[in-house]
């Protein structure tokens, strides 16, 4: 189990993180989430071990000392997968996905490099040399190279920012079952809400040097406490209760995914279409109700200057009011 209690940093006299407590069970696969320069990168940092906090971190509840009092920083059995790749560029794929592996089996080592390869779809580049790669196949072979020795706990720090849509499904998918099989206790750090909602057991939220929100990933999607977490994953609306109810008298706001808002013809609550963007599955409707403005899914394209009604049920309000 991984443990941190009042952990704080600063790189100067503002405070980066503030007091953070929390734990992680063996396995488990948690997320960092947050506006850039909340601190993600140096949470893993201190747990690695090259920043120095007062404050505790403890690992199956060994102490991790960190950089004051370890001659080489970062722990053996932790690997940390900064957001540069480091890898040794005159090497190939597979030279560097080996780097840390022992030469006395060579058989044994090839074959872990190339179990590894597959896990990350390098196997038709493993004779490749690191500098002929482009910049999200370096990332897949730093990925690797972070697994060959089998960590007990894995630090990614927006591990998929290269990497191209077409391929980063597949990839998280394969990753993420990797390190489910084999125990590995994984924390990744992203702006990424996709990489939080399909694959973190929990999901951390940070803001202004604190964990501001804690929960599964669909709990925090579903019931975000306010306009910041649910921004984490997308557009949102931060609506006038009033705009939305009739007799509503006041100034509170809730919180709306666009597709939590139904275009309703019959609905007397009416808004004017600004500008349509096609999605692929749908439209995202961009219009202006009593002079806000909000963004409502469409299953058809709306023409701007069109009055549309909208509708949201009760229940949703009452359930984002709580
Ligand atoms: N070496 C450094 N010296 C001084 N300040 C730093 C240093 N590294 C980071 N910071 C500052 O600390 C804060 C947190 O940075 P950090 O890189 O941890 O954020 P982040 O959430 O990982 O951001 P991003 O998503 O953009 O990578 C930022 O305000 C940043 O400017």
Redesign the pocket.
Known sequence: MLKLQKVSFS??KEP?LKNISFKIEKGQNVSVI?E???????LLKLIYGLLHTEGKITWNGKELLGPNFNLVPGEPFIKYLA?DFDLMLPLTAAENVGKHLSNFYPNKKKKRIKELLEVVEMEDLADKKAKLLSGGQQQRIALARALAKEPELILLD?PFSHIDHFRKNNLRRRLFSYLKEKNITCIV?T?DSTDALSFADRTFVLKNGNIYAEGSPEDLYQNPPNKYVASLFGDVNHIMLKNLIADEKSRKRVVLYPHDISIKNSSPIKAEVKKTYFKGENFLIHASLNGEEILVESKKDIKPGRKVGISVAQKLIDQRLK
């Open positions: 790189y100067d980066v947050g850039s320069g909340c601190g993600k990168s140096t957001q927006e750090a702006h």
